[in-house]
């Protein structure tokens, strides 16, 4: 039995939309106005902490973990009330995931998304179901790049962590695959798309029609 692991922010989904809503939410009740544009999309995918300390980088205020600790929470709870207004699930995402169901295959979510907002999103997109394990950034002690959190992610969903692969959108998802000794799988058509070529992944794919041959070359079932 082959494990599918997914990333969630900017793999399954593009959440930036939303993410970067809630930050700019935070600038405004600071009264600085709105910081952060749609180019800024990859570094959204980084999380909200990076969200932030771009901001406060662009007020002159780089640095100021003080502020960044005070608005964090502020940005989470901004970000749960409107978690999904622009966040959309990638055409064929949903598709490939039923193809490999289908043929034998096991899913998992393994995000840096605190886990009760991976839960939340999931739900309201309507694909919770589809996967048979989530662990998020606080689900263990320790997340991504740290192998064990994928390989949490696996045993959750009935699989073995020795046969699984990793499909993400960034460096820190091929760092995680590396450490735990998978294939990664990268797409290019996220916000942080045109990087992950360089990240030299063992596949790429362009559109999740891709996906399910991909997988079943990089982790065959027999």
Same mark, same amino acid.
């Given at each position: 039995?082959?494990?599918?692991?997914?990333?969630?922010?900017?793999?399954? &989904?593009?959440?930036?939309?939303?993410?970067?809503?809630?930050?700019?939410?935070?600038?405004?009740?600071?009264?600085?106005?709105?910081?952060?544009?749609?180019?800024?999309?990859?570094?959204?995918?980084?999380?909200?902490?990076?969200?932030?300390?771009?901001?406060?980088?662009?007020?002159?205020?780089?640095?100021?973990?003080?502020?960044?600790?005070?608005?964090? %929470?502020?940005?989470?709870?901004?970000?749960?009330?409107?978690?999904?207004?622009?966040?959309?699930?990638?055409?064929?995402?949903?598709?490939?995931?039923?193809?490999?169901?289908?043929?034998?295959?096991?899913?998992?979510?393994?995000?840096?998304?605190?886990?009760?907002?991976?839960?939340?999103?999931?739900?309201?997109?309507?694909?919770?179901?589809?996967?048979?394990?989530?662990?998020?950034?606080?689900?263990?002690?320790?997340?991504?790049?740290?192998?064990?959190?994928?390989?949490?992610?696996?045993?959750?969903?009935?699989?073995?962590?020795?046969? &699984?692969?990793?499909?993400?959108?960034?460096?820190?998802?091929?760092?995680?695959?590396?450490?735990?000794?998978? %294939?990664?799988?990268?797409?290019?058509?996220?916000?942080?798309? %045109?990087?992950?070529?360089?990240?030299?992944?063992?596949?790429?794919?362009?559109?999740?029609?891709?996906?399910?041959?991909?997988?079943?070359?990089?982790?065959?079932?027999?």
């Amino acid at each position: 039995m082959g494990t599918v692991i997914f990333d969630l922010d900017g793999t399954l &989904a593009d959440t930036s939309g939303d993410l970067l809503a809630a930050a700019n939410a935070c600038f405004r009740g600071m009264g600085a106005g709105d910081l952060l544009t749609a180019d800024d999309a990859p570094v959204a995918l980084n999380g909200g902490r990076a969200m932030l300390r771009l901001g406060m980088q662009r007020l002159g205020r780089a640095g100021d973990e003080g502020e960044i600790d005070r608005q964090y %929470p502020l940005l989470l709870g901004y970000y749960e009330d409107a978690i999904d207004t622009h966040t959309h699930v990638f055409p064929g995402a949903m598709e490939a995931i039923g193809d490999l169901v289908g043929g034998g295959y096991r899913m998992g979510i393994c995000t840096n998304k605190p886990e009760r907002l991976a839960q939340i999103l999931l739900t309201r997109l309507g694909v919770r179901d589809a996967f048979a394990s989530l662990v998020g950034a606080d689900t263990l002690t320790v997340k991504k790049p740290d192998p064990e959190p994928l390989r949490e992610a696996v045993r959750r969903a009935g699989g073995d962590p020795a046969r &699984a692969c990793l499909i993400g959108d960034s460096r820190t998802d091929r760092e995680t695959a590396r450490a735990a000794g998978v %294939p990664s799988v990268l797409v290019t058509f996220g916000p942080s798309g %045109p990087n992950t070529p360089a990240l030299e992944p063992e596949a790429l794919i362009g559109h999740f029609d891709e996906l399910p041959e991909v997988v079943r070359r990089v982790v065959p079932l027999a």
